[in-house]
């Protein structure tokens, strides 16, 4: 390794460590994540890369990231759901057809076409993974749609 090449590497571990970090949705969470993070900068004295805490898979579960890089030669293990279940707290509809739909757990998904969800806050929905990164939304009254996350 060219002895130059370290800071990069630290400094792209922590870019990562915010981009992470900036995707969790609950408020107290994101402040945790970047406290950990802050907590590793100021503990590496030695200039050693940080190692930045994993976030919960419920957490990111949608989000569309770059795809994480495996660092020293370790493989990078990355654990997937494959569906969240949620309560809708709030919807918004869109003048051209689809929804958006803000959940509990924090994350905000919109509908990918126009099909009547017959939605209600209030009501519980099941996010699924799909074939080519897609995600399904299934509704109490056995709707399905396409959706995609926003936040």
Known sequence: MLVGSQPVRAADEVSSGVLVCSGLGVDSERLACYDRLADRLHADKDHSPPAVAAAPA?????????????TAGKPVERSELESVSA????????????V????????????????????????????????????????????????????
């Open 58 to 70: 419920k957490e990111v579960f949608g989000l569309r990231a770059a795809p994480e890089r495996p």
């Open 100 to 151: 958006t739909v803000e959940l509990d757990n924090g994350q905000s998904w919109q509908q990918l076409g126009n099909t009547d969800l017959q939605l209600d806050v209030g009501d519980t929905v099941q996010i699924s993974r799909g074939a080519l990164g897609s995600f399904s939304m299934s509704t109490p009254h056995k709707r399905v749609a396409k959706v995609t996350r926003i936040r």
């Open 87 to 98: 309560r809708v707290t709030s919807l918004r509809e869109h003048p051209h057809g689809g």
